[in-house]
C-alpha cells in the first residue's frame, strides 16, 4: 500500500529507488494529500507556523553558459543584458533591510565581470552595513578556491541546483561543455567549506522520468542540503527547449511533500516559478510542506530582464508590495511570514 510507504518515509526519512519510483509513476490525488499532510506536521514540528523570507537580489542577467532551458543563456540574442552596480545592489540591500528582511540572495549568471576579488569585495560591504544579516549566493560553478575565498568573506549560504541526478539527463539539458560531475563536485565542496548548502532541480524538465526524479531524492538523502530549491520548469521564448510542455502543479507539489519527508528540517521554498504556473502556487506549495519563499528586491527598472522562462511574476511590483502580496497570501493559509535569518535548524543546533 503506497500510503504505507509514505509513512514509512516519513518516519524513516528514506525509501528505496524503487519505492520512489512506484510512488512517483502511481501518484493520484489521494495519495497527494495523504503526502501534504505528513508534510506539512513535520514543517510544523520543526518551524511552527512561520514561513522564511529571503530577498532575492537578481544582479546581473549576463551569463558565459548555455543551458537549454535558461532564457538568459548566453545565445539568446533578445535578451537586454543588464548588471548592477556596487552601490545600486547596496540600495536593494537597504532597501530590503528596512522592510524587514535579514537574509539575502545574490543571484546572477555566469558573468566574468564578477571576479573573486568583486565578489568578495561585495559580500565583505553588505557584511558591515548589515552584520546581522545573512548572505546567500547564486552565481554558479567556481572552483573550490573560489568557493572558500566566498566563505572566508562572510558568505555563510550557496545555492546551486543539481538539475538532475542522472548524469545522461543532464548531458540532455546542458551543452557539452557543461558537465554534471563537475556540478556535483561544486556541492560536495560547498558542504565540505561548511556553506548551508541548497541543490534542487527542474520538475518537469525535458526527458525527464520517474527514474530520473527518484535519482534526485536519492541523491538530495546522500547530499543532506540544507536547502532544496524545485520548481516547474516553464519554457522559455529564445531556448532550444522554447516549444517544450511546463512541469506541471501537482507533479511539483507532490515533490515538495516528499522532499520535506525526506529531509525533515530543510528550508524548502514555495517557488516563483511555482507561482508563475498557478495563480495560488506558492499558498499551495505551502500546503504541501514548503517553508521559504523569496520575494523580489531587484529594482523594478530591471527585473522583466531576468526571465528565465516567459510569464515570471512580480516583474510590475516593487520590493514593499511583493512584502505586503506575500504577508496576506501566508496569511491566507494560515502561515506568518518570518523576517529573522531563518537558519536551518540542524545548523542552530550546531553553533
Ligand atoms: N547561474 C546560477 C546557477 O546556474 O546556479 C544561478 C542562476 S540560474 C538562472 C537559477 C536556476 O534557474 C537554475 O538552477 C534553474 O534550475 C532555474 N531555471 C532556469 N531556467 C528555467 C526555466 N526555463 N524554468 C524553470 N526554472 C529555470
Ligand atoms: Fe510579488 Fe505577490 S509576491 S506581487
Redesign the pocket.
Known sequence: NRKNLLDQLAHTHTLAFEDFIDLLAHQDEELQAYAAGLAVKTTQCYYGNKVFSRGLIEFTNI?Q?N?Y????RASNENVQRYRLSDEQILQCAATGYELGFRTFVL????DPYYTDDRICHLVQQLKYKHPDCAITL????KSPESYKRYRQAGAERY???H?TATPAHYHKLHPPSMSAENRYGCLRTLKALGFQTGA???VG?PWQTSEDLARDLIFLHELQPEMV?I??????AG?P?AQQP??TLDQTLFLLSLIRLLLPEVLLPA?T?LGTIDPRGREKGILAGANVVMPNLSPRNVRAKYQ???NKICTGEEAAECIVCLTKRMKSVGRELAVDRGDNVRYMKMK
Do not use: H, K, V, W
Not at 532551458?69 to 538568459?72: F, H, L, R
Not at 547564486?138 to 560553478?141: A, D, L, M, Y
Open positions: 551569463c553558459n543551458c532551458y535558461c532564457g538568459i543571484q546572477g549568471g555566469e547564486s552565481i554558479g560553478e545555492l546551486l541546483r538539475e534542487g532541480f527542474m524538465s530549491g520548481g516547474p520548469f516553464i519554457p522559455a531556448t527547449f511546463a512541469g517557488t516559478a528565465l522562462y516567459d
